[in-house]
């Protein structure tokens, strides 16, 4: 019988190596992959947040007007596109070229948030991105693709924005619907 | 080489990714959790900024301007309080009067709520209803839990000729739910359509402070109503006014006193009783537009019809102008 290492014990020992690697490399592999998805989950919930966030905040103040000038609350009502009015600073006066002409646009999987020439983007590779209109009664008013004339947008008593996104390689489907009732049109 | 060697660095580098791996996911979802309790805080907070405006909106009692508003606690317009609100708790606020024209009279209230560690501040404008009145077909000054109803109550708030003006069917200074029950305790004598809205709580109708303005526009006397086709007309009856013959009238009738129906009144407009209204077993009194009372009593034993005319309401509030709710005319968050 010999003694020392022999070529059977060293083929056990590198297969057990391997396999011991194997198994830490493939744990690595997952863990990695679990990282990358949860912030990439992250990721898409804040952008989708946002998003709705930055609707709300226009649509709540659509139609400020504490000069008594007539402020419409939408200049445009369209699927992919919506506008809203504020007199921010009370002049009595819309300057597009401010916040007080705010519009949120639905384009090539991108909802953009433009003010004057400057377009913000919000969210992109959307799979839905519509905004809806309702009446007094809750019924949805459904605009030509031109946009409502400017009595259907007077008629319009609620907007909502309806986003999905993705899914990614990363993440599964993000999605919010929000529904933003315009003040002052009781 | 020693394996023994080779295999420790290996373990721990292999223990070194995966803490680091968990520690990074750790932190991913701390991050994540953290700004999920942000968002909620930040609702919460604009949550209670708009039920404070809520808040503040219900509570302008009905009338023809905002000066209950912009007076401040003591009720008294130049005094060193105007403007101060005194919202519910976690809520402050002023109240101001916005640039523009004075009429129809609006006001610009600041608010900042505070829930949690979240505060939301906003700034809205706030005026009078185009519609006058409370939007109710009857809007009664005290509660009607403790009427008598032995007859029969109909309520058509559907208006002839614009949907957007269909009224709800009864307003008094009673929580909504007891409304409802109420209505429902008397299915067998109160009926209404199905575009009649629902009874809202609200403050009693200003009653006292509308009698002098009445009297300001020269009313008739209760000769305005007549057996035939009458003519929209202000009418003033000073006293308790007793209909026992069948009777027509339209525009406004201001009844300082009771009303007390032993026939038949048949009235286009607004009526408006300070005491009792008491229809009689065999009486009947309808109306097109609505029915205001006071504090007095409300004994229906016989029949009383009411259903909604934006018509002839408008033609009341061009006799005299009659008093509004206070409403939401605009906001914006402050941050």
Known sequence: MSRGSGLVEAVVATALGLLVVSVLTAAMALGGRVLASCGARGEAEDTAQLAVEAFTFDARRAGFDPAAAGVEALAEARPDRVAFLADLDASGAIDTSTEESTAHVCAAGQLSRVIGRQSLPLADRATTCVFRYYDGSGVEVIPPPTGLDAAGRRAVRAVALEIVLGPARLHGRSGRRILVALRGRS | ?335
Request: with cysteine.
């Open chain 2, 1 to 335: 080489m020693n394996r023994g060697a080779a295999i420790l660095p290996a373990a721990l580098t292999a223990i070194a990714v995966s803490a680091s791996l968990a520690a990074a996911i750790v932190e991913l979802t701390r991050v994540e959790v953290v700004l999920a309790r942000h968002r909620r805080t930040a609702t919460n907070a604009l949550l209670a900024a708009d039920g404070c405006l809520a808040g503040v909106v219900a509570g302008i009692p009905p009338a023809w301007d905002l000066d209950a508003l912009l007076a401040g606690p003591d009720g008294i317009r130049g005094t060193g309080d105007d403007g101060v609100l005194a919202p519910r708790a976690g809520c402050t606020g002023s109240a101001d009067v916005p640039p523009g024209p004075a009429a129809p009279p609006r006001a610009r209230v600041r608010l900042t709520a505070v829930a949690g560690r979240g505060r939301r501040s906003l700034e809205a404008i706030v005026g009078r209803a185009r519609v006058p009145g409370a939007g109710t077909l009857l809007w009664l000054g005290r509660s009607p839990l403790d009427a008598s109803i032995t007859g029969t109550i109909f309520l058509d708030g559907a208006d002839p000729g614009d949907p957007t003006l269909d009224a709800a069917s009864l307003g008094a200074p009673e929580s909504p739910s007891a409304l409802d029950g109420w209505l429902t305790s008397e299915a067998g004598h109160i009926a209404m359509t199905a575009r009649t809205h629902a009874a809202i709580g609200v403050a009693s109708p200003p009653v006292a402070a509308l009698g002098p303005r009445v009297q300001a526009g020269s009313p008739a006397g209760a000769e305005a109503l007549v057996p035939g086709t009458p003519v929209p007309t202000l009418t003033r009856v000073a006293g308790d006014l007793v209909v026992a013959a069948t009777l027509h009238g339209a525009g406004l009738l201001f009844v300082d006193g009771a009303l007390d129906i032993a026939g038949a009144l048949d009235f286009t407009g607004v009526i408006v009783v300070s005491g009792d209204v008491r229809i009689r077993p065999g009486g009947s009194l309808t109306v097109a537009g609505t029915l205001w009372t006071g504090a007095g009593a409300f004994v229906v034993d016989g029949a009383l019809a009411v259903r909604q005319d934006g018509d002839a309401l408008a033609r009341a509030d061009g006799l005299v102008p009659l008093p509004r709710l206070g409403v939401l005319l605009g906001q914006r968050d402050l941050g």
